[in-house]
């Protein structure tokens, strides 16, 4: 991943590029045009490209972690559900209490969970939006 400096010059970079499209499109100096709209097409492909690797890469290592974190909460539901089990059969309410106590916890733990799960998909929405827009922009108009 490049560095946020070096996505800036990028950035600041097209966006000079964009006004000199802007300034040929107003010459309508044709050639300017065309020769450019080659180079777009160009850095379209390798962005795709990239983007498809990116995106190939991406798909995979979110396979492998939700997978490991499904194991992982499978694991630890079974765990408390066989402590759930257990504590079933003691009757002493200071351990029924304290039981509780700790399924309050989980279930707490498993909502401030939820919320981080959601703010990382909504993160990977807006990023994608983002991303998508960009990719937009450089799409030649016809």
Known sequence: MKKLSEQLS????????????????????????????AQLQTAVSAEQTRIDERTTKAQADVRSKWQDLRTAMDSHFTELRTKGEQHKAERDVRHAERRADDAELDASEAIDFAIYALDCAEYAIVDATIARADADDMTPKS
């Open 10 to 37: 990028d950035l600041s970079d097209r966006a000079k590029r964009t006004e000199d499209v802007v300034d040929a499109a107003k010459a309508k100096n044709r050639d300017r045009l065309q020769a450019h709209q």
